[in-house]
């Protein structure tokens, strides 16, 4: 079925280290060895051996209404006959920032950047050069990108390849970065205290997606706001995978939860290599070249990315539908999905909130990543290949958040629960 992934994963090797280019692609969690992609359309993806899957990765989130949505590519196609960079400013930097703040709540500002990972290191030093501090707390199990400050106690591919500490990363910074179990406020309030006036920011993803997808406890986010609040700490949402995917306004709006700095990531660019930072004027406006915390990069704002991601988000600002159509094809698939774990006497926990979700076989409700570790990843590994041989896409790893997109029908969603069923029969 995959002699051609075979061949090409022999010839990466040599080229690339491990064969990929990000380590989450690997399959180390689960075994075997990845399969390269040919093409994709819609809800699908295509292998290079010519095999077709139900995709529940969707590019880690950004293909929200499906892949090769047909009004992007018509508008990178044209665009890109304009030229691909120009290296000095368009009119589209303005109209994306613009529909991006029509659209956030709590925000003034947007300066585009090439990443997640570049967004969330930004975030960073703009609220270190903001409040005149240096250390931060993080959470476990959440995953900013590979900054060095972030990958202490991180989630995602970190999590997956089991790293503990992470060669290159030096103590220093790793002293400046504090860590706190997920949905444990004392633990924060312990550190906060511990180190009084000494904490620049707290960054967390406001529902977690790179343990799994692990939601908010009640009064956790409500929590961290008002410690911010209290000690002038800046509260920093990564919203790199739920900014714009659970609602128009992402985790802000849905939660009701003000944050002073957001991030966001490959959304806004349809799929383009995009992230962002945005927040209120008064921090902002510390960036070069308003300010002096200095931030660049030859390709941010990038013209064809930014077209793709205008007419992708203004595609969502139009039709808010989408997201309760999302939500609703994801209940749907999330209830199959236990009819199948429950007749086949597999204890499980299903996470979901809108069109994000996780499965993970432990009777134990998942809210953090010391949960999340104790499930039964064999399990998620076998079910993993079973549906994978049944042509179902999943997350190659127990630590990852599955993502719906719009283009997924019901047809679709029935024949994952019916694969769902068939792999739980085999791995029994």
Same mark, same amino acid.
């Given at each position: 079925?995959?002699?051609?992934?075979?061949?090409?994963?022999?010839?990466?090797?040599?080229?690339?280290?491990?064969?990929?280019?990000?380590?989450?692609?690997?399959?180390?969690?689960?075994?075997?060895?990845?399969?390269?992609?040919?093409?994709?359309?819609?809800?699908?993806?295509?292998?290079?051996?010519?095999?077709?899957?139900?995709?529940?990765?969707?590019?880690?989130?950004?293909?929200?209404?499906?892949?090769?949505?047909?009004?992007?590519?018509?508008?990178?196609?044209?665009?890109?006959?304009?030229?691909?960079?120009?290296?000095?400013?368009?009119?589209?930097?303005?109209?994306?920032?613009?529909?991006?703040?029509?659209?956030?709540?709590?925000?003034?500002?947007?300066?585009?950047?090439?990443?997640?990972?570049?967004?969330?290191?930004?975030?960073?030093?703009?609220?270190?050069?903001?409040?005149?501090?240096?250390?931060?707390?993080?959470?476990?199990?959440?995953?900013?990108?590979?900054?060095?400050?972030?990958? !202490?106690?991180? /989630?995602?591919?970190? &999590?997956?390849? @089991?790293? *503990?500490?992470?060669? #290159?990363?030096? +103590?220093?910074?790793?002293?400046?970065?504090?860590?706190?179990?997920?949905?444990?406020?004392?633990?924060?309030?312990?550190?906060?205290?511990?180190?009084?006036?000494?904490?620049?920011?707290?960054?967390?993803?406001?529902?977690?997606?790179?343990?799994?997808?692990?939601?908010?406890?009640?009064?956790?986010?409500?929590?961290?706001?008002?410690?911010?609040?209290?000690?002038?700490?800046?509260?920093?949402?990564?919203? !790199?995978?739920? /900014?714009?995917?659970? &609602?128009?306004? @992402?985790? *802000?709006?849905?939660? #009701?939860?003000? +944050?002073?700095?957001?991030?966001?990531?490959?959304?806004?660019?349809?799929?383009?290599?995009?992230?962002?930072?945005?927040?209120?004027?008064?921090?902002?406006?510390?960036?070069?070249?308003?300010?002096?915390?200095?931030?660049?990069?030859?390709?941010?704002?990038?013209?064809?990315?930014?077209?793709?991601?205008?007419?992708?988000?203004?595609?969502?600002?139009?039709?808010?539908?989408?997201?309760?159509?999302?939500?609703?094809?994801?209940?749907?698939?999330?209830?199959?999905?236990?009819?199948?774990?429950?007749?086949?006497?597999?204890?499980?926990?299903?996470?979901?909130?809108?069109?994000?979700?996780?499965?993970?076989?432990?009777?134990?409700?998942?809210?953090?990543?010391?949960?999340?570790?104790?499930?039964?990843?064999?399990?998620?590994?076998?079910?993993?290949?079973?549906?994978?041989?049944?042509?179902?896409?999943?997350?190659?790893?127990?630590?990852?958040?599955?993502?719906?997109?719009?283009?997924?029908?019901?047809?679709?969603?029935?024949?994952?629960?019916?694969?769902?069923?068939?792999?739980?029969?085999?791995?029994?």
């Amino acid at each position: 079925m995959y002699s051609k992934s075979e061949m090409l994963f022999g010839k990466a090797k040599e080229v690339i280290p491990g064969g990929v280019n990000s380590p989450v692609r690997a399959f180390k969690s689960v075994g075997g060895n990845p399969i390269f992609m040919e093409r994709a359309k819609g809800a699908y993806m295509y292998d290079v051996d010519g095999n077709r899957y139900i995709d529940y990765i969707n590019s880690w989130g950004p293909m929200i209404l499906g892949h090769a949505y047909e009004p992007v590519v018509k508008a990178i196609q044209e665009y890109a006959t304009y030229s691909t960079s120009f290296g000095a400013p368009t009119e589209l930097e303005i109209k994306i920032a613009e529909l991006i703040v029509s659209m956030v709540p709590n925000i003034d500002m947007v300066r585009m950047v090439n990443s997640g990972t570049e967004a969330c290191m930004t975030a960073l030093r703009l609220a270190r050069g903001y409040t005149g501090r240096n250390k931060f707390i993080k959470f476990e199990g959440c995953y900013h990108g590979h900054a060095d400050a972030f990958l !202490v106690s991180a /989630g995602s591919g970190v &999590a997956t390849l @089991g790293l *503990q500490s992470i060669p #290159g990363v030096t +103590a220093t910074v790793a002293d400046d970065t504090l860590t706190a179990p997920y949905n444990n406020l004392p633990a924060v309030e312990q550190l906060v205290a511990e180190y009084a006036g000494q904490i620049a920011a707290i960054i967390v993803e406001p529902i977690a997606g790179n343990m799994g997808c692990i939601l908010p406890q009640p009064g956790f986010l409500e929590g961290l706001r008002k410690v911010c609040d209290e000690h002038n700490i800046v509260l920093i949402f990564d919203e !790199v995978m739920t /900014g714009f995917r659970l &609602a128009r306004g @992402g985790a *802000q709006e849905l939660l #009701g939860i003000k +944050a002073d700095l957001v991030t966001f990531g490959k959304i806004i660019g349809a799929g383009m290599p995009v992230g962002a930072i945005a927040g209120p004027r008064e921090i902002m406006e510390n960036l070069a070249p308003a300010g002096k915390v200095y931030q660049a990069g030859t390709l941010s704002g990038n013209p064809i990315a930014m077209i793709a991601g205008y007419t992708l988000l203004q595609t969502l600002n139009d039709n808010p539908v989408i997201y309760q159509q999302l939500a609703e094809k994801a209940t749907y698939l999330v209830n199959g999905l236990k009819e199948a774990f429950g007749a086949a006497g597999i204890v499980h926990s299903i996470n979901q909130i809108g069109s994000m979700l996780s499965a993970h076989f432990t009777e134990y409700p998942i809210i953090d990543f010391s949960s999340a570790s104790a499930a039964n990843n064999e399990i998620f590994r076998r079910f993993f290949h079973a549906m994978l041989e049944r042509g179902v896409y999943l997350p190659p790893s127990a630590f990852e958040s599955w993502f719906m997109c719009n283009a997924l029908t019901t047809e679709d969603l029935d024949q994952t629960i019916t694969a769902a069923k068939s792999a739980m029969q085999a791995i029994k």
